[in-house]
């Protein structure tokens, strides 16, 4: 019976409008994903509004800078997306058929600890190919060698050439925190959506209101761990300081940037990457429910297993 709710076609459903969802999301919103990898990686960019950064990288490198490795990113977060719906849903109807809370947090964790260890060499490459080729301002050292990736499969076996399987898997330990993130997202937004559906008295929300809860699910969950984020940028792209070992760890990178910016530098680029995972985030779920209700609809006959969980 576990197997069967593991593996079920409903659970490849939600799997496949997750990763659509956040795809969509995330093409929509990229230049405020590249405003916040810039302020993340380069030590020499002051902290400014998001709206003046991105006036300034489309100034220094046009428009196809705002857009540096939108392809890659697109791939890995599709892929990381599918791994992890699929994984939280089959958990959920496999333990959670009470829809506790808690519960909800433990297999977000579970099921994101799974999607790290499954997809964190995408994203050790597609984090240098955003950078790759962009104009670094003057004064920055983020990496000691120079990455040249023709795509993502070429990143992939270079990064296994040079740098051996631990590089494949570089901030992974930072990932692994990090999975209190989507579990933390997918604790409140399902939270939020069963009080809401509650208060209306239908399964069914509306896509403002799926928008809404996503926005303020990811909101809090980015709040919380973005320090975390901040560093797992550093060790996937490779960051080198003197005085600390080549690979730090996490938190001998937090209290260097303490130690050097202070507490703010511990959120700095967190205004571009509110913005950045909020809509996204809030688009995507929105997306994901349409694009899940519609399979379902057509496939299965039935609107009301739309949002089948």
Known sequence: MAKSELFSYSNLVHAIAGGCGSAVAMTTFYPLDTVRTR????????????????VEIFKEEGLAGLYRGLLPVIQSLYCSNF??????????????KDKTLLLDLLLG??????????????????????MQGARLRSGQQASPQTHNYKNLLDGLIQVKQKEG???????ACSSLILTINPAIQFMAYEAMKRH??????????????????????????TVLTYPIQL???????GHTYEGLPQKPGLIAMLLFILRKHGFTGLFKGLEAKILQTVLTAAL???????????????????KKTALRK
């Not at 964790?109 to 790290?116: L, P």
């Not at 209306?200 to 926005?215: E, I, M, P, R």
């Not at 560093?231 to 792209?237: E, F, G, N, Y």
């Not at 779920?285 to 899940?292: N, R, T």
């Open 231 to 237: 560093v797992q940028a550093k060790q996937r792209h």
């Open 39 to 54: 302020l993340q990686l380069e030590e020499a960019r002051t902290s400014k509004s998001t709206i003046a950064i991105m």
């Open 165 to 171: 399987i631990a590089g494949l898997w570089s901030g």
């Open 109 to 130: 964790m579970v099921a994101g600890s799974i999607n790290v260890m499954t997809t964190n060499p995408l994203w050790v490459v597609n984090t240098r190919m955003k």
């Open 196 to 221: 809401m559906q509650r208060t209306y008295g239908s399964q069914q929300l509306n896509s403002l209101d799926v928008f809404k809860v996503g926005a303020a699910a990811k909101a809090i969950a």
């Open 284 to 302: 995507m779920f929105v997306c994901y429910e349409k694009i899940a209700g519609i399979v379902f609809a057509v496939l299965m006959g039935n």
């Open 83 to 96: 791994v992890y719906f699929y994984t939280f849903h089959g958990l959920k109807r496999i333990a959670n």
